[in-house]
């Protein structure tokens, strides 16, 4: 495997699951892109219907049946409450409950008393809101090492950090130190590194690199029984492409210069992740811009109806995205030599994912 992102991990342990030995190359002395920076979000509501959707639930299925053997990954089954500002959100909302697939998103139009009763932590301004009991959360910083110390126990699993693999073809893999490595199959998964490994293939490819800005609070001591969402996530999800959707309206112009929805999710020691935005456009900022976490900050109050903590970090994030349509695929999966595969691209869903696309890996 190259990359322990989340996408190598979870091939290394589909792998690992089938009986194979695993090698697993990483350029940095751990994983440290997107696959750290997201908001460990496991979410199911949106999703087109059809592959997408089918996918989703399979993967959801698998974080949980993982975190029953590593529970090190903080996999909780906390559902999710997208938060409607007025009536034409609920509305949107109340037609999403009539798709055919609702019940398996596991999705319910609530009341503002309601989403109260859910949720006792959200004591402000909302006119009610969409819940997705299959939505869950699992804590991103925490799941590459837990994943490693749970294959390690198995004696066929070994982690190479510092490895920059520059070359690969059948069967064998070579760093930029002149190391080299052999195995049966190669799995490369780097992630949004279009330029390294798979250069000439990604060229030609569906895809792009999207860039990110998040922060985290401090703890928050009220409990948050639900990750969140704003209304503004309906007018990106496929799931939300629905007649309503015309009737949304104008978007906040700092919403809509920077492509964002609310999210949160809160962390095991309390603290809030919340973002974001998104950047299509390179050369991407090298810096962090100020008025989207501003904005951020607002929206959250006005749900939390109180103050949050003082923010404690910021940073950003780049992904590998497929080109979007319905009838997928939903992730690029190309050969780069017989036996050597290079998977990526699964876009702002690929925490979600990537347990399903490491099973059909290997199927
Ligand atoms: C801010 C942000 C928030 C997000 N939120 C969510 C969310 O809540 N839910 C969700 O489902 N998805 C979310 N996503 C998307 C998700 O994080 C990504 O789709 C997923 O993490 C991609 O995983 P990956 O393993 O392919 O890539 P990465 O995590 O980027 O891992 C690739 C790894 O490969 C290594 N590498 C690259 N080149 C080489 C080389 N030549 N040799 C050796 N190693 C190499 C890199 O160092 C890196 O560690 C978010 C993304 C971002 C940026």
Request: charged share 25%.
């Amino acid at each position: 495997m190259i990359g322990a992102g989340v996408l190598g991990t979870m091939h290394a342990l589909s792998a690992i699951e089938r009986g194979y030995d695993v090698v697993h190359l990483e350029r940095e002395e751990d994983a440290r892109g997107a696959s750290v920076r997201n908001f460990g979000l496991v979410w199911v509501s949106g999703r087109a219907p059809g592959v997408e959707l089918e996918l989703a639930l399979a993967a959801r299925a698998r974080w949980e049946a993982i975190a029953q053997r590593c529970p090190g990954i903080g996999f909780r089954a906390n559902g999710s409450l997208t938060l409607a500002a007025n009536d034409a959100e609920l509305a949107l909302m109340a037609q999403a409950c009539e798709r055919a697939d609702a019940s398996a998103r596991g999705f319910a139009l609530l009341d503002a008393d309601e989403v109260r009763a859910v949720n006792p932590a959200l004591a402000g301004e909302f006119a009610g809101g969409l819940h997705c009991t299959r939505d869950a959360g699992v804590e991103p910083r925490l799941v590459p090492h837990a994943l490693r110390r749970f294959m390690e126990a198995t004696g066929r699993y070994r982690f190479v950090p510092g490895a920059d693999v520059v070359g690969v073809r059948t069967s064998r893999v070579t760093t930029s130190t002149g190391a080299v490595f052999e195995g049966d199959r190669i799995f490369v998964c780097t992630g949004a590194a279009h330029q390294g490994l798979g250069a000439d293939v990604l060229a030609d490819a569906p895809v792009r690199r999207v860039r990110l800005q998040m922060f985290e609070t401090e703890p928050f001591a009220p409990h948050l029984t639900t990750s969140l969402a704003d209304g503004d996530s309906l007018r990106y999800y496929p799931a939300f492409d629905l007649p309503g959707r015309t009737g949304l309206g104008l978007q906040d112009p700092i919403a809509e210069a920077h492509h964002m929805q609310l999210l949160c999710q809160q962390r095991l020691d309390g603290s809030l992740t919340i973002g974001d935005t998104h950047d299509y456009d390179e050369p991407f900022a090298f810096d962090l811009d100020e008025a989207p976490t501003t904005y951020l900050v607002g929206v959250t109050e006005r749900f939390l109806g109180q103050k949050i903590p003082p923010i404690a970090r910021r940073w950003a994030g780049v992904y590998s995205q497929i080109e979007f349509t319905v009838e997928g695929p939903v992730y690029l999966r190309r050969s780069l030599d017989d036996g050597v595969e290079l998977v990526t691209g699964p876009g702002g869903r690929g925490m979600t994912l990537s347990p399903a696309i490491a099973e059909e890996s290997f199927r």
